[in-house]
């Protein structure tokens, strides 16, 4: 019955292969989001879409790219991964976008990159 | 634009004793603003929020915060800290009709018996 959840939850991978995180909510939202989580545990958005639609693109590099086949779902793939890459990736969801709303986080995927 | 500011990156506190964790907020338009809190190793789970509604918001866990206007603040605060608080607690402001959230740089609860 998890709410907000992604896979995997560690991913460990070189440098300069593609990997994909899976995002999945059942809440009924409208809106989610991928937040990137840096080694200082600073948070920062980086996507989020409404109803499949782009809404929020931060300055990410193009090797991120967002993935939304239905409201429910938001994969995040990453070409030719780098070191710097290594962070925690989190997905959320929200009933719809706008201030106010309660934005419902999963557990997180730890990638490492080495 | 909007930021927050969490004025102590690290605070200590013995079980049983209150716990105080401070955030400033700035932003053009009136906010929304969020306290989420972070276990090891865990996701980030919603403590307690305001928005333009009473200005003492109670969360889970024993937790409040008061939203003052003037002073531009939103601290958190628990009467009686447990093992169990230990953990990350970010302050959180939104004032995009987009949804974007702006984080805290955190702060680290530590709590001694």
């Known amino acids: 019955d998890t709410a907000v959840s992604q896979t995997p939850k560690y991913l460990v991978t070189q440098m300069g292969n593609d990997k994909s995180i899976k995002c999945e909510q059942n809440?009924?939202?409208?809106?989610m989001y991928w937040y990137k989580q840096d080694s200082k545990k600073f948070l920062k958005i980086m996507f989020s879409y409404n109803n499949k639609e782009l809404i929020i693109n931060e300055t990410v590099p193009n090797r991120f790219s967002p993935k939304s086949p239905d409201k429910a779902h938001l994969n995040l793939h990453i070409n030719s991964l780098e070191l710097g890459d290594s962070a925690v990736y989190f997905c959320?969801?929200?009933?719809?976008?706008?201030?106010?709303?309660?934005?419902?986080f999963g557990e997180g995927s730890w990638l490492t990159v080495v | 634009a909007q930021s927050v500011t969490q004025l102590d990156s690290h605070v200590s506190v013995s079980e049983g004793t209150p716990v105080l964790l401070r955030c400033n907020y700035s932003?053009?338009?009136?906010?929304?603003l969020f306290w989420y809190v972070q276990h090891p190793n865990k996701g980030l789970q919603l403590l307690l929020k305001y928005t333009s509604a009473a200005t003492l918001v109670k969360g889970i866990n024993g937790f409040e915060a008061e939203f003052k206007k003037s002073e531009t603040s939103f601290h958190l605060t628990k009467p009686s800290a447990h093992m169990s608080d230990a953990a990350e607690y970010f302050c959180v402001v939104s004032t995009d009709s987009w949804g974007k959230l702006q984080f805290g740089a955190g702060t680290q609860v530590v709590v001694t018996p």
């Open positions: 809440l009924g939202h409208d809106t």
């Open positions: 959320a969801s929200s009933q719809d976008h706008g201030t106010g709303n309660t934005i419902y």
């Open positions: 932003s053009s338009y009136s906010p929304s």
